[in-house]
């Protein structure tokens, strides 16, 4: 028997909503809506709906409105019955729907991820552990202690012992057969890199070597060197070496395929810095796509850095890429609607109302506070006294009368600016919002659930400027 729902709306969004869910017939669940009697499904509270829901029309499940602040578990005790939120927008209900059938789980992933500490020897001990923890906090597994050519490292020793006191798995990389040796002797976990040149210090280490093809010779040293050492059944991880675009890229990609057939159960690493630090191009996509390749390859070890500014979130990506691909692997799927995390510049849906249905929802406006959204063709600002279109926030200014209300101009000029970048880089707006840039952004996570009432209203809003503003004229005086 197919699942009853409720869904809970404001007048404003009723049509839309009746629109949208007989758009998704037939479907696995039948519905009820039941407009609760307040204009803006956003100032529906806990109370509203408790007092005013005089039953739930045999549902099993409550849907209430994205933008609904109240407690859903007080709502959840009083009517015994399972009551969740919906999506910010109500064109996206076909989308959340689909993503709650899939039992996507975005905490599993099988690669490990080194992040390199690329001037360790120009840092203070308290300066290397402070970075390893940040670089942990945003998804790093080991720590990679990165040596400089021709620099003094007097602290290599005591580094990896106070990281390791810490916590941490620790790597070492170095040209330096010597600090490759120091480190193993202090404890490092993994050393980086090993090659045919260096292969003797094999027999004075107990860390797992990065086994690197020598400078060159391609691939046929890295095999010769992989096969001594399955001989010897001595444990390691084998790096054919990524190279940069236009120097050898191409070719590096074919060589860790070529690796995999010729040695299928062998733990592999891809570098991925020569790419993201040797490219001018955002970095969540090139993770994105080198992530999958190695998912495809089943390579369970990556490295990566974080020296140029423009790759300040390189870990944070390589971390959330690896879940999604994991994700997708596992569910036998594109790494399609699992996240949006690594889409900081667009959205699947920026635009999801058209120019019509934004007008119905202007017509149905009777108060002076404007609402803003996005369209395809523009900006939309509207009121009970018209609707306006432009694709400039300045363009807007005459029509607004708001040179005696600093405040209310304040917030439309943040408002409006939001909504110009995401309608230029085609992102969603939501009015009183930030825009969201995935992994790209740092941001609290807020549980809705602790809303126990209604977020402040633009008079609210307004009366704060207000306040400040006159504190601000009477200071000045």
């Known amino acids: 028997m197919a699942e009853h729902i409720l869904f809970i709306t404001g007048k404003l969004a009723e049509k839309s909503l009746h629109r949208v869910l007989e758009s998704m017939q037939p479907t696995k669940f039948t519905y009820t809506v039941h407009q609760i009697g307040v204009s803006v499904a956003a100032l529906i509270t806990t109370e509203i709906v408790i007092r005013r829901l005089k039953e739930t029309y045999g549902a099993k499940r409550i849907i209430l409105p994205g933008r609904f602040r109240g407690d859903i578990e007080k709502i959840n005790k009083h009517f015994s019955i399972e009551v969740e939120r919906g999506p910010e927008e109500l ?39 402070m970075q390893a ?71 004075e280490i107990e860390s797992i070597p990065i086994v690197i093809p020598t400078e060159n010779d391609g691939l046929e040293s890295l095999f010769l060197l992989i096969k001594e ?38 733990e592999i690493m891809m570098g991925i810095g020569n790419l993201t630090e040797l490219t001018h191009a955002d970095t969540s996509g090139i993770n994105a796509l080198l992530v999958g390749v190695m998912s495809e390859l089943d ?6 850095t974080e020296v140029s500014e423009h790759c300040s979130k390189a870990v944070k990506e390589a971390d959330t890429a690896r879940r999604i691909m994991y994700a997708a692997k596992q569910f036998d799927i594109p790494p399609k609607g699992l996240s949006d995390e690594l889409m900081s510049l667009h959205e699947r849906k920026p635009h999801p109302y058209s120019e019509e249905e934004i007008q119905e929802s202007a017509d149905n406006v009777k108060d002076p506070n404007y609402r803003i959204q996005t369209g395809k063709e523009g900006i939309y600002l509207y009121n009970r006294d018209g609707l306006y279109k432009n694709t400039n926030p300045y363009d807007f200014y005459p029509k607004l009368d708001v040179e005696n209300d600093p405040g209310h101009a304040f917030y439309l000029g943040v408002e409006l600016a939001r909504a110009q970048i995401a309608w230029q880089l085609g992102k969603r707006f939501n009015q009183d919002e930030e825009l969201e840039w995935g992994c790209a952004v740092s941001k609290k996570k807020k549980d809705l659930n ?17 306040k400040l503003h006159q504190a601000k004229k009477n200071k000045s005086k």
């Open 91 to 129: 064109k996206d209900l076909p989308l959340y729907f689909d993503q709650t059938a899939k039992p996507a789980n975005l905490n599993k992933h099988d690669i490990k991820i080194f992040s390199e500490i690329v001037d360790a020897p120009n840092m203070e001990i308290e300066q290397i552990c």
């Open 229 to 266: 050492l399955k001989a010897n059944n001595r444990k390691f991880i084998a790096d054919p070496i990524l190279d940069p675009i236009h120097f050898g890229f191409t070719n590096s990609i074919v060589r860790y395929k070529q690796l995999r057939a010729r040695f299928p159960d062998i």
């Open 133 to 203: 923890s940040e670089y942990k906090k945003n998804g790093a597994d080991i720590i990679d202690i990165g040596c400089l050519p021709n620099t003094p490292f007097p602290h290599l020793s005591e580094t990896i012992r106070e990281l390791k006191t810490q916590g941490f798995l620790v790597s070492v990389d170095s040209m330096d057969s010597a600090e490759l040796k120091l480190g193993s002797e202090a404890g490092a976990d993994f050393v980086l890199s090993l090659n045919q040149k260096n292969l003797h210090l094999i027999d």
């Open 299 to 304: 390579i369970t070890y990556m490295l990566t």
């Open 450 to 466: 602790k809303f126990q009432k209604k977020g402040p209203t633009l008079d609210d809003r307004k009366k704060v400027w207000k």
